[in-house]
């Protein structure tokens, strides 16, 4: 089940980013992100010594990261030198059976939908037109990866979350989706775990840093 949940929300998270598609490894799915501080990361889908020890290994290259279904601490007992865990980073992995609910945005709140290239954006602003939350997905199937649901601090507890995410499900399900997954942060776990997420594993991150 953990290790479906991880190829899914590779395969997505790829599509959402716009980063090229997943390249397979003897121990799992190698992501290019091109960014200064990320420039790719290894994505284990079951968690074990031997692909740890194997991933870790064959990192040559600086700001290169690991992702992990499993206990960060159990990890950082496996990593060569140059490698830490970066607690901040690690995150969980979550999934839950999605169903429709149409949501209304909050009073004084007005919601744009757009989807390009594959991926679909829900925006929220407020009277002002400034922007106050957002999220999008990638729709793969019979599966949907949610990925970058923020909500402006300004704007926070009022049930911008809640209504992107909802918003997000109800599209998904309209293209014949009946699965969500998404990697979270321990705040976006809170807020997730109210709308019905299950978390499946924790996803500790690792990062190659001589």
């Given amino acids: 089940m953990v290790a479906d949940l991880v ?75 140059g490698w830490v865990v970066d607690r901040e980073e690690t995150g969980h992995l979550m999934a839950v059976d999605l169903c429709v609910t149409d949501p209304v945005a909050p009073e004084g709140y007005t919601a744009t939908v757009e989807t390009r290239e594959g991926v679909t954006y829900v925006r929220v602003h407020d009277a002002a ?43 998904a399900v309209a293209r014949g989706a009946a699965l969500g997954v998404l990697g979270a942060t321990d705040d976006g776990r809170a807020l997730y775990e109210t709308l019905g997420w299950k978390a499946h594993a924790p996803l500790a991150a690792c990062v190659y840093r001589p």
Avoid: I
């Avoid at 959402?16 to 990320?38: C, I, K, M, N, Q």
């Fill in 129 to 171: 037109g400034e922007p106050a939350a957002q999220g999008q997905m990638a729709v793969l199937g019979e599966a949907t990866v949610v990925d970058r649901v923020v909500t402006e601090e300004a704007h926070r507890r009022r049930g911008l979350g809640g209504f992107v995410m909802r918003t997000l499900a109800d599209l």
């Fill in 7 to 81: 190829s899914t929300w590779v395969a997505g998270w790829a599509v959402s980013r716009g980063t090229p598609r997943p390249a397979r490894t003897p121990w799992g799915f190698y992501l290019e992100v091109g960014l200064p501080d990320h420039l790719g990361r290894h994505v284990l889908p079951e968690p074990g010594e031997f692909a740890v020890r194997g991933a870790a290994a064959s990192v040559t290259v600086p700001h290169t990261w690991l992702k992990v279904p499993m206990d960060p601490d159990e990890v950082g007992r496996w990593l060569p030198r």
